[in-house]
């Protein structure tokens, strides 16, 4: 397990890290908001363990830039006892927890234990493609962060093609999975909901083309961005 912790003063920072060495855990310190916002984005943790005021940036503004831009990396946030509106703040930007100071470090690794168990069972709920993201359970859609306002039936259909991404899919495979029962092959009900789609993206995102493809003559395909041509 590697930890990324963003905390400026030096005492929390030392006894944290000796507490993790001690118990195999690799940890990597930062004192600085806009250091440590560059370690974050640049990937690679188990969990991020970020304090709150910080030199450069805080650590809230750490927490949302990195939300927005797609980094879902688990969040622990060290909070003062007199943080509780930060707490809250944190938790609706994204954080999957917070301890307030003091704490032991064994409180603080049960902690990263319990979020990482906790962020593991709700990631199998998670489909994320390029910079779409459902949540199967509250069957939230969103693009690069942004709430995407889908019915049933388009989340239903764009879940359907993006579990294979690339794989071409007939409007007849698509009718009898996302409407469950025979129509006529000739109706537009498929076009009809992908169109509606599209507009619903593109309504929030800045990107031109659409992560739904139609291949002509055959039907539609989810936009694979591991083969960007
Ligand atoms: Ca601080």
Redesign the pocket.
Known sequence: MKILLV???QRIADFVCAGFRERGIAVIHCGDGNEGYLLAAGGGYDAIVL????PGRDGLSILSGLRRCGNHTPVIL?T?RNELDDRVDGLNLGADDYLAKPFFVEELIARIHAMLRRVSGERQNLLCVGELRLDRISREASWAGQSVDLTGREFNLIEYLMRSPGRVFTRTQILEHVWGYDFDPSTNLVDVCIQRIRRKIAGISSCETSPIESVRGVGYRYHDPDKEH
């Not at 304090?51 to 910080?54: P, S």
Request: hydrophobic share 55%.
């Open positions: 905390e400026d003063e304090d709150i005021m910080l060290l003062a």
